[in-house]
Every structure is written in structure tokens, then in C-alpha cells.
């Protein structure tokens, strides 16, 4: 056996569920029994490494498949509809994950030879994963069985899977999360702004001046990065969060449209519909009709 073979057989004896808390600080394992439609939900920065099976996300206009061996890895907070395309109860799907901490990349970079900062790309890739980054994944899932050791050996673990990320294919982008004046933080703070202003209208220009940016430079550089515009980003964060609305109260459509910052309800209806595949009240209904999933994990 290969350190992914193993790897994949220790992560199919712990996972419980759909997701498993492991334990260890950021780390976690998904586990799915069947193929799922779409699933909505907002990556945060993180690593996914796939051991069975296989997935795909769509991030704006950018399609993605990933499967055994290849990771995931998201350096910006992004929307994405998510699909798991192969998985069954005798070969399930199976990922583990690593919510990414800029503090801990900051610290590592500072050991590390410095590197010229690379032009700006997309805020999430996937690549293959290395025999010397699998192997740690091993380690640190490893250390499941012996809890005593996780406060001692996880956080040299998690600092050399991350150390092999730098040292991938996807290093660069990794560098600019890490860095607060990077052109890949300037943007993660305007998305910021409006995650948490999803409801209210806003300006490019002062949105750019957020980012330190002017409004040119910045519309490129936030399309870039997430494959969206900030009013598409924006649309996406309230069909979101409208859909989680309905789906835990008894609440209208043009209630949950009104309160995520829609003036009109026919809209929100139209691209609720274009988005999720069916108008929002037809669409909850058969949410709450079936056992799968609703978001990403």
C-alpha cells in the first residue's frame, strides 16, 4: 500500500457521518454514502484533500473536478455550488480538510527564502497532491488514535503540510494570503466588508478604496480572484443566505427577499430560480422532502 491507500483506510475507520470533528485544531473529515445535487455554501480559506471518489465546485464561471490524490485549496472567503460525483455505500467519498490560518503561513514564510510576489490569479485551484504531503496527512491523522500526543505533534504537523503547499504548485497564491499588503488580502478585506454588509447597496468606488485600490484596477484584480463581479459575489451571499432563511423558518419568499436586501420579489425570485434550479418555495420543499445534503461541507 501507498501512504494515500493508507491514509484512506484510516480516515474510513474514524469518519462518524457526513463530517467529522476529528479532534485535532482545524482538521476534519467528510464522508458521503451517494452522489448529491447541487450544494450551496461559502469556502472559507482551507485545504481539501480527496482520497475516494470525486467532486467538482463552480466558483463564478470556473468549473472544477477534483478526485483521489488531487486537492482543493481556497485562499479566499467564495461562494460555490458544489456536486459529489462519484460515491456509494461500499466506496464512499471521502476528503479530509484543513481550515488554513494566515497567522500560522505569516510565521512559517519568515523561515523560508523570500520570492518575488507572483501577478494575481484565481483565489482557489486544484492540484495533485505529492507522496511528501500525503505522508503528513498521514501523521497528522495518526495522531487521532494517541490524543495525548495532538498538543505536542499537530501543530508541527499542520505547519509542515503547510510547508509542502508552499512548496507546490499552488505556493504562490498561498503566499499572498499570508501577507497583509498582497494584492489577494486587499481583496479578502472588501469581501469582508460586504459578508457583512450583504443586505445594504454600495459603490465600486468606495468598495476599491476598501482595498486600497482604484475602482479599474480593483474590479480586475476581485474578478480574478473569485471569477465573480462584486454584485455578482453580492447576489451570491443573499441567495445564500435567503435559502438558509426558508429553509429554517416558515418564513415567504419576499419576506427572506426583502430581509437579504431585495427591493423587488419578482427579482429575487427569478435569480433565486436561475441560481438553485426551481422558485424558492418549490425549491425548499424538496430540500425538506429529501435526506441529502443541502451544503457544502
Known sequence: MNSLDDLKALVMRHARGRLTETGIPRVAIMKGEATTGPLLGLYDPRLCLVLQGAKSVMIGDQLLHYDAGRYFIAAVEVPAVGKVLQASPQHPYLSVSLALDTTLIASLLLDMPPVAEAPIGHGFAVSRADEALVDA????????????????????LER?????????????????????DSRLSQIRRALGWIRDHYAEPFRVEDLARTAGMSASVFHRHFKAVTAMTPIQYQKRIRLNEARRRLLATSGDAAGAAF?????SASQFS???????????????????????PTELA
Not at 507546490?168 to 499570508?178: N, P
Not at 430581509?259 to 427591493?263: D, K, P, T, W
Open 137 to 156: 496527512w498521514l501523521r497528522m491523522i495518526e495522531l487521532i488514535d494517541h490524543p495525548a500526543e495532538i498538543a505536542v505533534l499537530a501543530p508541527l
Open 160 to 180: 509542515e503540510i503547510l510547508f509542502r503547499l508552499l512548496q507546490g504548485a499552488q505556493g504562490a497564491m498561498l503566499r499572498q494570503i499570508a501577507g497583509a
Open 270 to 292: 427569478r435569480e433565486y430560480a436561475r441560481l438553485f434550479g426551481a422558485p424558492p418555495l418549490r425549491d425548499i420543499g424538496r430540500l425538506r422532502a429529501t435526506p441529502e
Open 259 to 263: 430581509s437579504v436586501g431585495y427591493e
